[in-house]
């Protein structure tokens, strides 16, 4: 696979950033703006993808803008938010067909663009506000899912973790926010708050396709630069915590459950900015990150403990989330084997096998990632940071480099942190 290279320039006050790619017959367009993750934002953006996405003011109702995407060959126009490392993402995107694999030849990209920006920046607004229906609307969808996270469990049981683990700051936050705080959000308000978004927050654009970087920055120029503006966005610091653990700290919650779901939370101390961080993908790897690793062989194959058991971590903040399904009974011995699978990597007994194996199956995860061109923006955001940015094959090559004590070096910074169970209700003694 040749390397890379998102070619990057501005458009305003905006990155732009494309690829490309004649391996994909759509071109995709990603624009993300970047806000701190808040308790007092969090809800307001996880609301405001789905309100926009309702309603232009050329398009003002959804069967108007789901009509308008089947216009342009059933383009895909979609909407969300996303945490990294403390701060909150609001993503708007569009694929469109390449109009050069269409008989008639339409520029899809140009018109795909016109009607993106009428959707970022010309909202349905009555009275100094959104459309009151639409906001109704999308609280209500916004109720039932934070609501919903409860009925999936394995869900839950690692929000939960995190609560417990990052208690107090930014981390802890739902992704789609908080109930509390829905009620005090309506059309008004929450137009107050894109305002700011548009205006201040900082902007990164994403464009995959067979497209030349040149003829896609006039384009998008023409389509968004004046809305974007130059104005300074100042950028939002990725947070990084580096807390050392001074007692573990034991959670266990009681609900209506059958399977028991047993959550660990190691504090690694090592994140993607790290010279070890090729290390700490390849630690959890063999902790717990595939069906070969010592958690899945351990707790679930040998021991017979859970219907699923596996690790994965968090790139940013340097965690390692341990998740399994248990039997109730099981949780003292299946707490055990885990902390067992934990001391055996500080202490450095890992097989050639193991680490063979898993540097083939990271390595081919990470392929298979970027067959997307959403994969493959996802994967130039994740890594692009100010002091260490990696290109593919580079990292690619630093997995393949990692040796046994650097994978132990990691090991040994590992901390457990929080032991999260979530159990049945029990019986008058608790048991």
Do not use: W
Not at 13 to 33: D, E, G, I, P, Q
Not at 286 to 292: K, V
Not at 310 to 326: K, M, N, P, T, W
């Amino acid at each position: 696979m040749t390397d890379i290279h998102f070619s990057t320039t501005s458009v305003g006050s905006a990155r732009l950033h494309v690829l490309n790619s004649k391996k994909f017959k759509t071109t995709t367009v990603v624009v993300l703006f970047e806000q701190e993750l808040s308790e007092e934002k969090v809800t307001q953006s996880a609301l405001l993808p789905n309100v926009l996405q309702r309603g232009t003011q050329s398009y003002p109702t959804t069967v108007q803008v789901k009509q308008k995407c089947d216009q342009l060959y059933g383009a895909n126009l979609f909407g969300d938010v996303f945490k990294r490392g403390g701060r909150h993402f609001l993503q708007f995107g569009l694929d469109v067909a390449n109009g050069d694999y269409l008989s008639e030849r339409p520029a899809l990209l140009t018109e795909g663009l016109q009607f993106l920006q009428e959707v970022l920046f010309k909202p349905v607004t009555s009275n100094d506000g959104f459309s009151s229906s639409f906001v109704n609307a999308e609280k209500k969808n916004l109720r039932q899912r934070i609501e919903s996270l409860k009925d999936d469990k394995i869900r839950y049981a690692a929000q939960r973790l995190n609560e417990e683990m990052y208690k107090g700051e930014p981390h802890a936050l739902y992704n789609y926010g908080q109930l509390r705080s829905l009620d005090a959000i309506d059309e008004r308000s929450l137009y107050t708050y894109y305002q700011e978004v548009i205006q201040s927050c900082p902007i990164d654009i994403y464009c995959v396709g067979d497209v030349h970087p040149e003829e896609v920055k006039a384009l998008f120029e023409t389509q968004l630069g004046a809305h974007i503006g130059r104005q300074e966005r100042p950028s939002v610091e990725a947070l990084r915590n580096d807390q050392k653990v001074e007692q573990v700290n034991e959670i266990v919650e009681r609900l209506e459950v059958q399977q028991g779901k047993l959550n660990l939370g190691c504090r690694t101390h090592v994140t993607i900015e790290d010279d070890l961080y090729p290390a700490l993908m390849m630690y959890n790897g063999i902790l717990g990150g595939f069906a070969h690793s010592k958690l899945f062989m351990n707790v679930r194959e040998k021991a017979s403990l859970a219907y699923y058991c596996s690790s994965r971590i968090d790139s940013y903040l340097g965690q390692v989330a341990i998740q399994s399904g248990i039997e109730i009974a099981n949780y003292d011995q299946a707490v055990s084997i885990m902390k067992e699978q934990l001391e055996e990597m500080r202490q450095g007994n890992i097989s050639e096998q193991e680490i063979s194996q898993t540097k083939a199956t990271l390595t081919n995860q990470i392929r298979e990632r970027l067959d997307s061109a959403y994969g493959l923006i996802d994967f130039a955001h994740h890594t692009q940071q100010p002091t260490r940015k990696r290109e593919v094959e580079q990292l690619l090559q630093e997995i393949a480099d990692v040796t046994p004590q650097q994978i132990q070096e990691v090991a040994q910074q590992v901390e457990l942190d929080t032991i999260y169970f979530l159990r049945d209700q029990g019986g008058i003694d608790g048991e």
